[in-house]
């Protein structure tokens, strides 16, 4: 597992609309050669290079040109919204092994099993448990381990998927239409899987796999896509060009 730290740098980053200059700018020229104060409330210059690097590589990084024009096209049109993060958490979560294995060991263990909340214990005990098997952790102390598991919590309330302040509970959203729709296209743009069915990403539409299904039969969907279920197989085939899937749902 490739690990790093952008966990603790995105969920200490206080402006997002870092985001979306450096959707705009050139980060190695004029973003990072003019005042950080000019486009966020970022303080410092030093700071603004920290967020950028966990912002293009986990936040901002596409693994291919579908993925880029989902996610610019709707940062461009609506900038920060409760949708547009919710794009940027599942691209983040799959560029970042760290982030989706607490995803999948933490949040969505408790998400589907019907909790309400997550305390920063259990986040530390995933974290340590983790690092008996994996080399780059070791080197992390234990006083890391326990900012990285309170920043991992503080990231998913930024994103929305939990609330509240020392306590927080878990956010069990619901994707409208358009969201269900960008989930597809997302998961078609990443997944290397034929059969859909064997995709890890699955739990990232924040619904049961028969919930789901369910919901790709409906009729109003067949303009955006063709799919093939058989039960233990799942192939979908999108029907609308990348660059222009989000404005033919808006």
């Known amino acids: 597992m490739h690990i790093n730290s952008d966990i603790n740098i995105l969920g200490g980053l206080p402006d997002f609309n870092l985001i979306l200059v450096l959707l705009s700018k050139d980060?190695?020229?004029s973003l990072l050669n003019e005042p950080s104060h000019t486009y966020t409330n970022i303080k410092t210059d030093k700071s603004v290079k920290r967020f950028t690097k966990a912002i293009t590589d986990t936040a901002l990084g596409f693994k291919n040109k579908e993925v880029g024009q989902l996610i610019k096209t709707i940062l461009e049109v609506e900038t920060i919204?409760?949708?547009?993060?919710l794009l940027i958490f599942w691209?983040?979560?799959y560029n970042n092994e760290l982030l989706n294995y607490l995803n999948t060991e933490i949040y969505f263990l408790a998400f589907y099993s019907g909790r309400i909340s997550i305390k920063p214990d259990e986040v530390v005990a995933c974290l340590k448990d983790l690092k008996e098997r994996e080399?780059?952790?070791?080197?992390?102390?234990?006083s890391t381990l326990k900012i990285t598991a309170?920043?991992?919590?503080?990231?998913?309330?930024?994103f929305h998927l939990m609330e509240g302040s020392l306590n927080k509970t878990i956010v069990h959203p619901y994707l409208n239409d358009k969201m269900f729709v960008l989930f597809v296209y997302w998961l078609k743009a990443i997944e290397s899987k034929s059969n859909l069915m064997e995709s890890e990403q699955l739990k990232y539409s924040f619904c049961e796999i028969p919930v789901f299904i369910e919901r790709l039969m409906q009729k109003k969907f067949a303009k955006y896509f063709q799919f093939n279920y058989t039960g233990d197989k799942l192939k979908i085939e999108t029907t609308v060009p990348y660059e222009k899937i989000y404005y033919a749902i808006k």
């Open 135 to 142: 080399i780059e952790l070791k080197k992390w102390s234990d």
């Open 91 to 93: 691209n983040a979560s």
């Open 150 to 158: 309170s920043k991992y919590l503080t990231l998913l309330k930024k």
């Open 81 to 85: 919204s409760n949708d547009s993060l």
């Open 27 to 29: 980060t190695n020229t």
